[in-house]
């Protein structure tokens, strides 16, 4: 069965200055648990959290913890520390709640036609540094931007990356080394994202209604 793969960034209010553009990727508390409510039951369906904002942990991982789901945080190392952004006990944090830590680079640059110092900063020291943040190896990385060319891949590969999640908006094969993600923008809801994902036999649906009933009547 094909994957899709759900792709946040920020949710509720920024508490740092944003990249021009990057406002319409930050979604509503609201909108992020109805998805997620969505995604209960539904193993096909992956999500991750780019860019290391505060509010993965301050909302995100309350919201997956919630409700038995896991994640993976592909963090910015250049950011650790800083305001509106995780710090290095926070990487740790998710990690210790069973959630997945991989590396979206150090300075949030496009990773195409990176100068062999950028290649080492962006996809060596950043890794090393996220890993000794994680206390656990980093494998996976997602491209900044959701820009690549073959060079990038080349380097990714060579570099022994297990996974690479891009921001192609089309459905992932299972166990496939480049990962396609959707990215759920502001104006998206539960309503919009359940257009994205693959339907699933009337059985499992009913299975779903009848888990979502129980913890209504909770
Ligand atoms: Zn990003």
């Known amino acids: 069965m094909n994957l899709t793969n759900l792709c946040f960034h920020g949710i509720g209010e920024p508490e740092r200055y944003l990249e021009p553009g990057e406002a319409?990727?930050?979604?509503?508390?609201?909108?992020?648990?109805?998805?997620?409510?969505?995604?209960?039951?539904?193993?096909?369906?992956?999500?991750?959290?780019?860019?290391?904002?505060?509010?993965?942990?301050?909302?995100?991982?309350?919201?997956?913890?919630?409700?038995?789901?896991?994640?993976?945080?592909?963090?910015?190392?250049?950011r650790f520390g800083k305001p509106g952004s995780l710090g290095r006990d926070d990487v740790a944090h998710l990690r210790a709640a069973g959630m997945g830590i991989g590396t979206h680079g150090m300075d949030h640059i496009s990773w195409r036609g990176l100068t062999p110092s950028g290649v080492r900063r962006e996809l060596m020291e950043a890794r090393a540094?996220?890993?000794?943040?994680a206390g656990t190896v980093v494998e996976e990385a997602a491209l900044p931007r959701g820009q690549y060319?073959?060079?990038t891949l080349r380097h990714l590969r060579a570099l022994g990356y297990r996974a690479v999640h891009t921001s192609d908006r089309t459905h992932a094969a299972p166990g496939a080394w480049l990962q396609p993600r959707f990215s759920v923008t502001a104006t998206d809801d539960a309503a919009s994202v359940s257009?994205?994902?693959?339907?699933?036999?009337?059985?499992?649906?009913?299975?779903?209604?009848?888990?979502g009933l129980v913890k209504r009547l909770r």
Do not use: M
Not at 65 to 70: C, H, K, N, S, Y
Not at 195 to 206: A, C, D, G, S
């Open 149 to 151: 060319d073959r060079t």
């Open 24 to 78: 319409r990727y930050w979604v509503s508390r609201d909108a992020y648990e109805s998805i997620l409510d969505l995604v209960v039951g539904r193993p096909e369906v992956r999500i991750s959290f780019d860019d290391g904002n505060r509010s993965d942990i301050a909302i995100g991982l309350p919201g997956l913890l919630e409700r038995g789901l896991t994640a993976t945080f592909f963090v910015l190392a250049g």
């Open 129 to 133: 540094q996220i890993a000794s943040a």
């Open 195 to 211: 257009t994205l994902l693959i339907p699933q036999p009337l059985t499992k649906r009913v299975e779903r209604r009848a888990a």
